[in-house]
């Protein structure tokens, strides 16, 4: 088992290093960003108009027909917004020190370049199942844009292996362990309880994700910021230094933290796009699946809604994250005791909030986890439903539930290696989708432009 968890290790150090995804995952967006004309700064006013004119807790109920275009969004943030939000952050600012965050924002930057383009192939080549419902994501824009059915079903298979199976384990750990160190309750009452929660949202089908999801999201969202407002403002004077951390340890980190965290560039950069990407999706192939199915008039309008995922999930609540471990000082002065993951976030919020800050980390952590785990059970679904049918969904289900009890109790370093290497194979296939695809993407955009924007004006 531990040869095994070292040559998944050491085959995750290639693929997520400097050489494979991460290069390939920014390049691709720098590609886009310049193929469609910065359409995330041009068109980002048209992103926020679209997104919060359709904000409600208590939208239409969602169908065979699909769900609208914010419940579509809440469910990709659903994902988008998880333990990589509180974890990631703090694991790419403890490896690579503060100057990561810089690489997130660049990588998040581009990759709402990216995102753009996977949910409007999502819109263009989204299709009906043996049911009659709406249904779409990589596999289809695969198997339908580029001909190729072998790439299609290496997609499906990795999607529901990384986020439906091992991915959800991952999660339910998370919480687990959160309630586990906060209020000393047993692992497998936690997961037992999640698993059942996450039962009776995922056996409603779409209706009741789309459903919970538009609730879920901005709530959670507003709880965690609220927190973290409260943090920055007892501790204004520390904002600025905070900015100055980040902007010279991207230059500079030994003199960001005073040589606490003995990173370099190459580790800034590293930790701060793999974390950064990680925590967006963006790339991924997973959000595209909720994408596909919103009811919008054209599909470039789905694809800026989902630019305003990724900025959601970077520049304000990963931000959140940052800048409250840097204001409270939680990283130390001691390079020999610097926690990194979940650990440094909670220090910080105990530093901001007091003894109460430990638990609302912890509180956080389940609705981040809980939506996450919901929305990645539905995209591994579409693939299911891909392979095998409709028919198949039902024994998914139950095996999908399983697995977050399993999850709960069970801390194996190779399930963690597992889920970063299958997570990377997804990343393969639609990358080359994305690229081949991109001339849709640029006429769908001006054809938007032509009949949409301008007349609008």
């Not at 943030?77 to 952050?89: C, E, R």
């Amino acid at each position: 088992m531990e040869y095994l968890t070292q040559l998944v290790s050491s085959i995750n150090g290639v693929l997520w290093g400097v050489y494979c995804l991460i290069p390939l995952l920014v390049g691709a967006g720098i590609y886009f960003t310049f193929k469609l004309n910065f359409v995330q700064l041009r068109r980002f006013g048209r992103a926020v108009k679209y997104t919060f004119r359709g904000i409600s807790f208590s939208g239409e109920k969602a169908g065979k027909d699909g769900m609208s275009s914010f419940q579509s969004l809440a469910t990709a943030i659903a994902a988008q917004v998880g333990t990589g939000n509180l974890a990631g952050a703090a694991t790419a600012i403890a490896m690579g020190g503060p100057g990561a965050i810089f690489w997130m924002w660049i990588a998040a930057f581009f990759g709402m370049a990216t995102i753009f383009v996977e949910a409007v192939l999502a819109q263009i080549y989204k299709s009906t199942d043996d049911t009659g419902a709406v249904i779409g994501g990589p596999a289809y824009y695969i198997s339908k844009g580029l001909g190729s059915k072998a790439l299609a079903g290496f997609f499906a298979v990795a999607i529901i292996i990384a986020l439906g199976f091992i991915g959800n384990m991952v999660q339910a750990n998370s919480i687990a362990d959160a309630f586990s160190n906060t209020l000393g309750v047993p692992p497998l009452v936690v997961g037992s309880c999640v698993a059942a929660f996450v039962a009776i949202v995922f056996l409603g089908g779409v209706r009741r994700i789309a459903s919970t999801t538009e609730k879920l999201v901005p709530l959670m969202a507003l709880l965690y910021l609220a927190g973290g407002f409260y943090v920055l403002l007892t501790h204004l004077d520390m904002i600025l230094p905070a900015f100055k951390m980040i902007f010279v340890g991207a230059f500079d980190p030994a003199a960001a933290t005073g040589g606490v965290i003995g990173a370099g560039i190459k580790e800034a950069m590293r930790y701060g796009v793999a974390r950064g990407l990680f925590s967006n999706e963006a790339g991924m192939g997973s959000t595209p699946h909720a994408h596909a199915i919103a009811k919008v008039k054209h599909p470039a309008q789905q694809g800026f809604v989902a630019i305003m995922g990724v900025f959601v999930d970077t520049f304000i609540v990963l931000n959140m994250t940052a800048f409250v471990i840097f204001v409270t000082g939680a990283i130390g002065t001691d390079p020999n005791a610097v926690p990194t993951g979940i650990a440094l976030t909670q220090k910080a919020f105990m530093l901001g909030l007091g003894e109460h800050g430990s638990m609302f980390v912890a509180v956080c952590l389940l609705f981040f986890a809980f939506s996450t785990i919901i929305s990645w059970c539905f995209f591994a679904e579409q693939n299911v439903k891909y392979l095998l049918g409709s028919k198949a969904v039902r024994y998914y289900r139950i095996i999908v539930i399983h697995f977050v009890v399993l999850g709960s109790v069970l801390k194996v370093n190779l399930v963690w290696e597992l889920a970063d290497l299958f997570n990377g194979l997804m990343v393969l296939p639609n990358l080359i989708a994305l690229v081949a695809l991109c001339k849709m993407v640029s006429l769908a955009l001006k054809e938007y432009d032509e009949q949409i924007y301008f007349k609008q004006k």
